[in-house]
């Protein structure tokens, strides 16, 4: 056997070891590859109304792809603890805050990042013409979404994102209500009994 395929069954083992633990990670970009992979190992995980606990350190990536672990996080009935820790952006910021209320937390050293949407526009004037109506529906969508989830109006979304990233360290995310409360090593324990 090659080191490349033992090396393909030991991540598969340990995979499987932490999903048995209900503990799921988004790590690096999102992509195609990973949200199908999350979002596969949040529905398989429905057969227990045990929380959950999904670790995000990510810059983002595919709004689609993220839109699939949206989806997936929706039909579940447990509980989804969401754990930022370091780095999250973009659609890892709304994928984290869709975590269960009163169950979103953030480590003491993470930083958040929410933005207006970004994309490079080419093609015919009508494709451009398309593809901006879709981009404006999406961030609409995200917008209403955060605005939900944190409490704030839309107007204030807006106002907070427009033209530029809208970064926040722990405390003040939390302040924001995008999070609920710091991750601490007492939490990290009773997660593991």
């Not at 999350?38 to 839109?67: H, K």
């Not at 269960?100 to 013409?129: A, P």
Request: aromatic share 8%.
């Amino acid at each position: 056997m090659s080191s490349r395929k033992k090396k393909k069954i030991v991540l598969k083992k340990q995979t499987k070891k932490r999903v048995s633990k209900r503990k799921l990670y988004l790590f690096g970009e999102i992509t195609d590859e990973s949200a199908g992979r999350l979002a596969e190992s949040i529905i398989s995980l429905n057969d227990s109304n045990e929380d959950v606990y999904l670790y995000i350190c990510s810059e983002g990536g595919d709004i689609y792809a993220g839109m699939a672990i949206l989806d997936a996080m929706g039909l579940v009935d447990y509980d989804i603890n969401t754990i930022v820790t370091g780095y999250c952006a973009s659609m890892a910021s709304i994928i984290a805050m869709c975590g269960t209320k009163g169950k979103r937390f953030i480590t003491r050293n993470s930083c958040f990042l929410y933005h207006c949407g970004t994309d490079s526009l080419e093609g015919t004037v009508d494709s451009i013409k398309q593809n901006l109506m879709e981009f404006e529906r999406l961030e609409n969508r995200f917008n209403k979404l955060v605005a939900k989830r944190t409490g704030k109006s839309l107007v204030k979304i807006k106002k907070d994102i427009k033209n530029k990233d809208f970064i926040l360290n722990a405390s003040q995310a939390i302040k924001y209500k995008a999070f609920d409360s710091l991750w601490t090593k007492t939490r990290e324990r009773k997660s593991n009994e």
